[in-house]
């Protein structure tokens, strides 16, 4: 995990290969150059979506 290995970030990640699903939780505040990777990867994520349709790829957040 590149949050973990480049930024040094403490997360826990769930998955759901049958679904697709992905969660992550992370043990404190992020550093900057975490959130820009997060946003890359939303970013990429969210172009797909656009590109194949919520059919093959739906991007959801929650924060808590």
């Not at 973990?4 to 998955?15: I, P, R």
């Not at 797909?48 to 790829?57: A, H, I, N, V």
Request: glycine share 6%; hydrophobic share 40%; charged share 25%.
């Amino acid at each position: 995990n590149c949050l973990d290995e480049l930024a040094g970030e403490e997360l826990s990640v769930s998955t759901n290969e049958e679904t697709g699903f992905i969660k992550c939780d992370f043990a404190a505040p992020l550093q900057e150059k975490s959130v820009f990777l997060l946003d890359s990867m939303v970013y990429g994520l969210q172009n797909l979506s656009k590109t194949y349709g919520e059919k093959y790829l739906l991007v959801k957040f929650e924060e808590v």
